[in-house]
């Protein structure tokens, strides 16, 4: 049984700044990558940002040169160091994990207002 278990949300001020983090536990086998998604109220789910365990990373434009996403891998665990938060950001953020079949976690809620 595998879980993903994000933690880090919370309330923060626009300009502030925010670090996720998501560890996978249990039984899994060789992990691919590593994500971040975000959903809004009322909308889809997007990605925000991906890292594969070769640390290639990729970003939405949106967050581009405010997010940094990075791992360790020997905890199986991925971080999102959020920066210049805007409103906009406010969203669930969710950790997904791909290995040989992609397992997601429940989510963490990121509020950005003042």
């Known amino acids: 049984q595998v879980q993903v278990v994000e933690s880090g949300g919370g309330l923060v001020q626009p300009g502030g700044s925010l670090r996720l983090s998501c560890t996978a536990s249990?039984?899994?086998?060789?992990?691919?990558?590593m994500y971040w998604y975000r959903q809004a109220s009322g909308k889809q789910r997007d990605l925000v940002a991906q890292?594969?365990?070769?640390?290639?990373?990729n970003y939405a434009d949106s967050v581009k040169g405010r997010f940094t996403i990075s791992r360790d891998n020997a905890k199986n665990t991925v971080y999102l160091q959020m920066n210049s938060l805007k409103p906009e950001d406010t969203a669930v953020y969710y950790c997904?994990?791909?290995?040989?079949?992609?397992?997601w976690g429940q989510g963490t809620q990121v509020t950005v207002s003042s």
């Open positions: 997904k994990v791909r290995s040989r079949r992609d397992y």
């Open positions: 890292i594969t365990m070769g640390g290639g990373t």
């Open positions: 249990g039984v899994i086998f060789s992990i691919n990558a």
